[in-house]
C-alpha cells in the first residue's frame, strides 16, 4: 500500500524498483496472462482506430502490450513507441518483440507521465492498466493528448470495482483477515482508483479529449490449478510480495491457505481455475 503522503520522485522510484523485482516472474508467466488479456489489447486498437501505417504511443507498457500488438496491427509501414519507468520489465518486453519478429518497435525508458513525447507525431495513445498509477491523471493524459495528431486517439484501459476484479482483489481479501479489518483497496494510487465509468470519463474530459466513450469488458485468465494460480501471483505481484514479507512464516503459511481457499471457489470440476475480470476502457479523440 502506497503512502500518500511521500513526495513523487520517491513514489515513482519506489514503482520502478517494485516493478523490476517481479519482471523475472513475468518473464515465467506472461503466456498465460497474455492469452487472458488478448482480447482486451485487440479492443484498445479498436477503439483507437489503429490503422496500418499508424504511428501509435504506448504509455506504461510493462512486458510489451498492447504496443505488441499495436505493432502488429500498423504493419512495416507504421511505428510503436512503448514506454515504461522499469527497465527489467523493459527487457522482457524486448526479449518477446524479438523472439516474435517485430521490427517496428521502440522502447523508452521513463516516466510516461513527463516522457518527451514530439508534439502533434501520433496517430494514437494507448495504455492498459497504466494510467490508474499516474499521479496526476488528468494531466498525464492532457500530455499525451499534445503529441496526437488532430482527430488522434487516445484508447485506456483500468481495472473495474475490486469485487468484479478477482485476479486483484482476492490476495487483499485474504490479507484484510489476516489484519482483522474489513477488506477495502489501498488507499492513494491504486489499481482501482478510477474503477468507474463516470469518473473515468470525466477524467479523459478534464484533459482536454472529444467524443469521449466508455465500456465495459471482462476478460478471463484461465490457470491449470489452484496452485497454478498461486504460483502466478507469487512471482508476478509486488503488492502480494510488499504484503507478505511483514508476515510471520506462520502467519505467510495462513494468508496462502486462505487465497487458496477463495480461489477454489472459481475452479471448475476438473480443477481449471478461470478468473472472469471487469475492465473499463475509455476513449477519446484530439
Known sequence: MEDPTIDSMTFKAR???????????????????????????????ELAHV?????????????????????????????????????QMLAVARERMETAGIQNMEFVEGDAETAPLPAVSFDAVVSRWGIVFFQ????????????????????????????????????????AVDQGRPHSPPSGTNPFSLSDSVTLDQVARDAGFAEVQSEQLTVIFTFSSVDELLGHLR??????????????????TAFWDRLAQAARTYARADGVVQLPNDCLLVAGRN
Do not use: K, N
Not at 504484503?243 to 510471520?248: E, G, K, N, P, V
Open 136 to 175: 496526476d491523471v488528468v494531466g498525464a493524459l492532457a500530455h499525451f493528448r499534445a503529441s496526437l495528431v488532430p482527430g488522434g486517439w487516445l484508447a485506456a484501459a483500468i481495472w473495474g470495482p475490486p469485487e468484479r476484479v478477482p485476479l486483484i482483489s482476492l490476495p487483499f481479501m485474504a490479507f
Open 15 to 45: 514503482q520502478s524498483a517494485q516493478w523490476s523485482e517481479v519482471a523475472q516472474g513475468w518473464r515465467r508467466r506472461w503466456p498465460t496472462f497474455e492469452q487472458g488479456a488478448q482480447p482486451l489489447s485487440d479492443r484498445l486498437m
Open 51 to 87: 490503422a496500418p501505417g499508424h504511428r501509435v504511443v504506448d504509455v506504461a507498457t510493462g512486458i510489451g502490450e498492447p504496443a505488441m500488438t499495436a505493432a502488429r496491427r500498423v504493419g512495416s509501414t507504421g511505428s510503436v513507441v512503448a514506454i515504461d519507468q522499469a527497465p
Open 235 to 252: 512471482d508476478v505481484s509486488a503488492p502480494i510480495q510488499a504484503i507478505t514479507a511483514t508476515l510471520s512464516p506462520e502467519r505467510q
